[in-house]
């Protein structure tokens, strides 16, 4: 997979921003540990795991990217070598023109990475404090450190647990400390790995809105590369997503378009109100033998909602359109689902499975 | 490297350190409380000896005053080449060294601030031995407190170095640290913490009796004593002085390049947050 084939700004119209971070053909293997002397001991060891293979991909600034695959795809493995937390075996990948291997402390004074892990911060010590300690360790002064801890505990609505233990902190609170701390520095990159995992929906909403407005804020253009499991939220909030499975980009769209390429499919539901429902029931048969429909009462009283599959662009909306006219119906509403990211994602990760029937078929 | 931010980020270890230090009031009651203890012991044990000392070693005929330097220093030593391995350790468990290694921290800053609450508080806990022992015993120092002092932070430098190698195998093999445990026994009872090193050769012989030669604390050791109890000046105590400054040479850039080696390496791995 190159650089070629994913160039940044693909699917949206970033094209005329410049290039941030930028992940140029990465591999990353971990090595046995004392292979050689294991070996002159003849001691048994498992081979080196391939955690990612030759990834490339460009992210612009302002532009918030998200990275979807299963456990074990390798998203956490890219995402630290990202933060220069894991150097990789080969490939480069450089932040603002920095090289995270060579100049790393470049890279990591330009990214604030927020985990999923909660043993990152100081138990006994208050929010407020650990916040204080990672923004002296970034170079703020005391005053610096104090406005930027405050503004920060504002934004993500800490304020009353500033002076909690992190350890009393609610798992969600714990969460929202950890993106605190990654903007800390006001870094013009964020590595965000779940960062709505353990918090309540309207808490997420809430983290989901401050994160587009800071890649949305013109002052700043944060870039945000994302990581989640909540295919729902990477599709809000994502311009471009890569999917990423066994170490490989798979692909790398904007999300209506992986959609689209992955399934020219939709699912179509029509409802309408007419007063001879078994009439249209007939006509719409003897429109289409082929083709399988459900025809049922709908949400509102006296309406009724027929589903039905096509091939995007085919003619089957305008005949079940013209058929449902001719026997009087009054069309109250028409949707349409095409194929969801966590279809795409399972194709791409069991490609060789039957797509799944059509649950609504009659 | 800017010094401000050094220094910055040095202090944001320490009140760190400080803070949680705080959390655990008790533990630094009781700590005070057993050094007080242990030297009423030693005074008690020094009673037996009244009288009986060897006129060879000069250093030794206030074995109280020898006692306590000896364990002053051990407990200064220990932090010198302990600290830093410990501090490594205890932030992979926590699964916080991940987190300090995201800032845009240096190695060499990483080194110097782990460790310097552990040196703050080993100044302070070595300073209760002479301080108790000055107040309740009777014990009393002499010479230039500046060049003891110049020894004392040499010293403790060049263990720091062989501080700076045990936190590289903590890094790469997170158990197992053999200079903790080399170094750790080996000073106690080669020295001259507790008996003059002098006394290896009449029993042990030469051979073992070298070992002593190899260890920095022995020099630092000397040094003090020569200073504290027997009052010599610069010019007599040139020779332990010159020895430690060899050690300083020696392994102060071999830690460095090790301890770089050993980041790297974990990062190689992946393994920097595991224990």
Sequence with gaps: MSAANFPAGSAITTQSRKAVLSVDHISKTYPVPFLRLKKALKRKFKPPVEAVHDVSFEVSEGEIFGLIGPNGAGKTTLTKVMATLIQPTAGQVTVKGYDSVHDDVAVRRNVGLAGAEERSFYWRLTAEQNLLFFARLHGLSGDQATRRISDLLRMLQLEDSARKRFAELSTGNKQRLSVARAMLADPPVLLLDEPTRSLDPLAAARMRSTIKSLSRDESRRVTVFLTSHNLAEVEELCDRVAIISKGEIKALDAPRNLRATHSDNEKVSITFVVDDAEKVETALREAFVAHPFTLGRGDVSDSWTLSFSRKTNDQTLHTVLHVLHSTTCVVKGVESERATLLEVLEHYEHPDAEPEEDALSA | ?275
């Design chain 2, 1 to 275: 490297m800017n010094p401000l931010l050094f220094f910055r980020r040095i202090w944001a270890f320490v009140v760190r350190d400080w803070r949680l230090e705080l959390s655990y009031r008790m533990q630094l009651f009781l700590r005070v409380l057993s050094i007080l203890i242990l030297v009423t012991t030693f005074f008690f044990v020094s009673k037996i000896f009244v009288g009986f000392a060897d006129p060879r070693f000069t250093q030794w005929r206030d074995p109280l005053a020898a006692w306590l330097t000896g364990m002053a220093m051990l407990n200064y030593f220990m932090t010198g080449f302990s600290s830093l391995a410990n501090a490594i350790r205890q932030e992979q468990v926590q699964g916080t060294l991940e987190s300090v290694l995201m800032t845009p921290i240096s190695v060499p800053t990483v080194i110097v601030a782990s460790s310097a609450w552990d040196f703050v508080q080993a100044t302070f806990f070595s300073s209760l031995y002479l301080v108790f022992g000055w107040l309740f015993f009777n014990v009393h120092y002499q010479g230039s407190y500046l060049l003891a002092l110049a020894f004392l932070l040499l010293t403790t430098v060049v263990l720091s170095c062989l501080g700076i190698l045990s936190a590289s195998f903590a890094m790469v093999f997170k158990r197992g640290d053999p200079f903790g445990v080399f170094l750790g026994t080996g000073s106690a009872l080669f020295s001259g913490v507790f008996f003059p090193t002098q006394l290896i050769r009449d029993y042990a012989g030469n051979k073992v009796a070298n070992i002593s030669l190899v260890l920095p604390p022995t020099y630092g050791l000397d040094g003090i004593r020569r200073v504290l109890i027997e009052g010599q000046g610069f010019a007599q105590v040139r020779q332990p002085l010159i020895s430690l400054f060899v050690f300083l040479a020696v392994l102060l850039p071999l830690s460095l390049w090790v301890f770089n080696r050993a980041v790297k390496r974990a990062k190689r791995e992946g393994s920097l947050i595991q224990y």
